[in-house]
């Protein structure tokens, strides 16, 4: 990430550093508690395959591993890919959406938004009073239409 921020400026180190904080936010929701209306609707782990992340990352992944709601992916390029779930409902999201920024997607969910910069990219989806959040951090990192389609994937599987 050193280079992208180098090159990117100020702007986009302080865009970079709330869309870490919005991650954070989403997964402590869930491991404090708040979001276990969420573990009824399956394990984070179900929610994608590895092939499936395999294919819009465009490198290998190895199986995910699980902590409270939460499921990350390790590439074989040196990046990670995480999908979580909570509860929160639009209030969570709309904080979301609020620090962060990012693009309204459609046709995901109830709402949707898509942010990425450098190596990081993110999308926050809501369906119903579930929160979903996709990320990747690393090398590769893709685009809106391939996070869209992941997201797409896992809202079916919620």
Same mark, same amino acid.
């Given at each position: 990430m050193g280079d992208s921020?180098? !090159?990117? &400026?100020r #702007?986009?180190?302080?865009k970079i550093g709330a869309l870490f904080a919005v991650a954070a936010m989403t997964a402590g929701l869930s491991a404090c508690g708040?979001?276990?209306?969420?573990?009824?609707?399956g394990k984070p782990c179900s929610l994608l395959k590895a092939d499936e992340i395999q294919t819009a990352l465009g490198q290998a992944v190895k199986d995910g591993t699980q902590a409270q709601n939460v499921?990350?992916?390790? !590439?074989? &390029?040196? #990046?990670k890919f995480s999908a979580g779930i909570s509860g929160?409902?639009?209030?969570?999201?709309?904080?979301?959406?609020?620090?962060?920024?990012?693009?309204?997607?459609?046709?995901?969910?109830?709402k949707a938004t898509y942010a990425g910069i450098g190596q990081y990219t993110f999308i926050q989806v809501l369906k119903g009073q579930t929160n979903l959040r996709l990320d990747y951090t690393g090398p590769g990192?893709?685009?809106?239409?391939?996070?869209?389609?992941?997201?797409?994937?896992?809202?079916?599987?919620?």
């Open positions: 921020y180098r !090159t990117a &400026g #702007g986009a180190g302080r708040l979001g276990d209306d969420a573990t009824a609707l499921c990350d992916w390790a !590439t074989d &390029g040196g #990046g929160g409902g639009s209030g969570l999201f709309d904080s979301a959406l609020r620090t962060a920024g990012g693009t309204a997607v459609s046709g995901v969910g109830d990192a893709p685009d809106e239409a391939k996070m869209t389609d992941l997201a797409r994937k896992a809202v079916s599987r919620l």
